[in-house]
């Protein structure tokens, strides 16, 4: 579209559904698209900003004090992910620039794939399909690929916000597995079924530990040596929140040494994980790219909810989904 002088410029630093475009054209603001594959460095990342009005941003953009200083101009800035780690928000809050993020439409699609790795891991799928494809299947074998059943197990979620009460609810229902959880905060309304314990009862007491917690000072590394020294031997960890709240140092160590079976993660520290990571070489290891909110139906809403913050934002309105 044309640009006129007051036209609102939305710098947008990857393609994501078309529906975003839409909403913004409807409000008549210009879009900058990044469309190339590789994402912007930090540094063409505050180029392009220092022109924008708004942006859509990735959880792989950095925002910090030194951004927002070189970017006057930015008004509001939508994260296309609930988590907002990327962002330095005091800073954000200083310069007065409104965050918003995508909270509730990527639930489903997480919990789902914690599940994912959850029955991937316990049953052996991938390392099953291999043999199969490699021609190793020759006979029903009695005593192969010998999994553990979720029924009556027990699955410890850390971080009990809406991510993990959706994989509760999906465990305890679909699965018949016992839910214990841990969390900083009392959330209201939790399903009584569901025990609270300290981080250490649940470590010793569940079968399967699954993280869903944010990222912040006091999460970062929350999982190290001595939490492994104290998991179940046959427990398996899944991480479908941030990588860097595991040391991942210890949980190789702890693979390699059996102090757990196996480890299912969505993310790593960092991202992509360089493929000599040891990490690629541990045993009963699934490691998938970071695709927690890939669903059609996830994204197409994220882009619908990052537009919306983007459009309250320069209306100067409160963001439907506002820090
Ligand atoms: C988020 O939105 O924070 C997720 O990590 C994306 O998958």
Request: aromatic share 6%; no cysteine; hydrophobic share 40%.
């Given at each position: 579209m044309p640009?006129?002088?007051?036209?609102?410029?939305?710098?947008?630093?990857?393609?994501?559904?078309?529906?975003?475009?839409?909403?913004?054209?409807?409000e008549g603001y210009a879009i900058d698209l990044w469309d190339k594959e590789e994402p912007p460095t930090y540094?063409?990342?505050?180029?392009r900003c220092q022109k924008a009005d708004g942006l859509i941003s990735m959880l792989s953009d950095r925002m910090d004090e030194a951004f927002f200083r070189a970017c006057p101009h930015l008004k509001v800035i939508a994260n296309y992910a609930v988590g907002v780690n990327n962002i330095d928000l005091e800073a954000a809050a200083k310069n007065n620039i409104p965050?918003?993020?995508?909270?509730?439409?990527?639930?489903?699609?997480?919990?789902?794939?914690?599940?994912?790795?959850?029955?991937?891991?316990?049953?052996?799928?991938?390392?099953?399909?291999?043999?199969?494809?490699?021609?190793?299947?020759?006979?029903?074998?009695?005593?192969?690929?010998?999994?553990?059943e979720l029924k009556n197990k027990t699955l410890g979620i850390i971080g009990m916000g809406r991510i993990g009460q959706s994989l509760a609810k999906k465990a305890q229902n679909g699965f018949g597995m016992n839910i214990v959880y841990s969390s900083r905060s009392q959330t209201k309304e939790i399903d009584p079924s569901f025990k609270r314990k300290t981080l250490k009862?649940?470590?010793?007491?569940?079968?399967?530990?699954?993280?869903?917690?944010?990222?912040?000072?006091?999460?970062?590394?929350?999982?190290?040596?001595?939490?492994?020294?104290?998991?179940?031997?046959h427990a398996y960890l899944i991480n479908t929140s941030r990588g860097e709240i595991i040391n991942q140092e210890a949980l190789v160590k702890a693979l390699q040494e059996g102090l757990i079976e196996g480890a299912g993660l969505d993310v790593t520290a960092p991202e992509p994980l360089p493929l000599e990571h040891p990490l690629f070489q541990t045993p009963n290891t699934l490691i998938t790219p970071h695709i927690g909110s890939a669903t059609l139906e996830a994204r197409n809403l994220m882009a619908t909810l990052a537009a919306k913050n983007i459009i309250a934002g320069l209306k100067g309105l409160p963001l439907p989904a506002g820090l």
């Open positions: 640009k006129s002088k007051e036209t609102n410029i939305i710098f947008i630093t990857r393609k994501i559904p078309e529906v975003a475009k839409k909403l913004l054209y409807e540094e063409e990342l505050i180029q965050i918003g993020n995508t909270p509730d439409v990527l639930t489903e699609a997480t919990s789902d794939l914690a599940l994912g790795l959850i029955l991937n891991l316990t049953r052996k799928i991938v390392p099953a399909t291999q043999n199969a494809k490699q021609g190793e299947w020759k006979k029903w074998e009695p005593l192969g690929f010998l999994g553990m009862e649940l470590l010793q007491s569940s079968d399967i530990v699954s993280l869903h917690t944010d990222l912040n000072p006091s999460t970062r590394k929350l999982i190290d040596h001595k939490e492994f020294e104290i998991m179940k031997k």
